[in-house]
């Protein structure tokens, strides 16, 4: 069996592994596709803070069930399937209190712990959620953004009826703009400083976009959002220019979720934050509720995948993935490792 290992980054191995060994509480997987997400660039470039060498990369998984322990009763041989890539304690004060997510132990699969980078890859049973026949096994890789997604604007309450602004047009951003209209929210504005996101936005059916160097943010949102501009904002770069925006064009009372991962600190405006009763909110990663839910909505075709899969490479070539994102300088957006 074959295994893609990143030695260091910018380097990826093939190692012929043996056949993983199942106990009584584990699926086997068939992995067909991984999906590429901004943090497993960071670890391609050396620059992801929790991540050490060597590591087997791939979190965004689906796959085909290939063998499962005796014990394992909610999904079949034949199965179409993905899972939660947490690798958690189960004793510290976040997991004994329904945040598991948050484990004080978190690993992370492709970062702390090893990923599904390899032909076949065993994981607890517990992880692992069936995804209905006739979502795609592309789409079915993109669960784990999605509730991402999800989580995220879980964060800032129950949005029907409210305008959100989504800061950032990336994959991330994007996911979190569509749940938003999927979620019955009444507008949902998203910025970004590459018009190629911008009109991938708008061609996932978001209501409004926008370009903050090419015309006055403050000025846009009142005209798409109206008067009372956005009672949800979602900061989705991880960048000072756009939690300054969020701060700065939020209404008095609104929560700001933190989305985007900040690679430098950032200087927030506090006074801005203490004056008008700002909620500022960080979010992390997912729960499998959240996955469960971000199945639904792909199943019940509530979301626009399509457009966001812009690349394919296969699994024999896996550090082409990353040399097409580099040569397309931001003209891409998921791009899929592919074993079939």
């Known amino acids: 069996m074959i295994q893609a290992v990143m030695t260091s980054p910018g ?7 043996p056949r993983p060994l199942l106990s009584e509480n ?5 992995i067909k596709r991984i999906g590429i997400c901004g943090s497993d660039i960071h670890v391609f470039h ?5 991540t050490s060498y060597p590591i087997v990369q791939g979190h965004e998984v689906s796959g085909i069930v290939a063998d499962l322990g005796p014990e394992v009763e909610h999904v079949a041989v034949g199965d179409k399937v993905t899972f939660t890539p947490q690798v ?14 948050i484990c004080e132990s978190l690993k992370v699969m492709g970062f702390q712990a090893n990923g599904a980078a390899q032909e076949l890859f065993a994981v607890d049973a517990d992880t692992v959620l069936r995804i209905p026949d006739h979502i795609s096994l592309d789409h079915a890789a993109m669960i784990e953004p999605i509730s991402v997604a999800v989580h995220a604007l879980s964060r ?4 029907e009826g409210k305008n959100v602004l989504v800061l950032g047009a990336g994959t991330i951003g994007n996911l979190v703009a569509q749940v938003a209209k999927a979620l019955e929210a009444r507008a949902v504005l998203i910025t970004d400083i590459r018009e190629y996101r911008l009109a991938k936005a708008l061609q996932c059916g978001i209501d409004y976009a926008v370009n903050p160097t090419g015309q006055d943010l403050a000025t846009a949102i009142r005209r798409d959002l109206g008067p009372d501009r956005a009672d949800l904002i979602l900061e989705c770069v991880g960048a000072q220019a756009t939690i300054d925006d969020a701060v700065a064009n939020a209404r008095k009372g609104t929560t700001v979720v933190v989305v985007g ?5 950032p200087r927030v405006d506090l006074g801005l934050v203490q004056d ?14 959240d996955y469960e839910r971000a199945i639904e909505l792909v199943a019940g075709g509530q979301l626009c995948l399509e457009p966001m899969i812009t690349h394919h490479v296969r699994f024999t070539e896996y550090l082409s993935a990353y040399q097409t994102i580099e040569e397309a300088n931001g003209k891409s957006m998921k791009v899929m490792v592919v074993l079939d």
């Open 88 to 101: 958690t304690c189960g004793q510290c004060y976040p997991c004994l209190h329904g945040m598991y997510h």
């Open 11 to 17: 380097v990826i191995e093939y190692r012929d592994i």
């Open 26 to 30: 584990e699926v086997l997987i068939e």
């Open 46 to 50: 050396g620059l992801h803070p929790y």
């Open 276 to 289: 008008r009763e700002l909620s500022l909110v960080g979010t992390l990663m997912y729960q499998k509720r």
């Open 261 to 265: 991962v900040f690679g430098q600190k």
């Open 156 to 159: 800032g309450g129950d949005v």
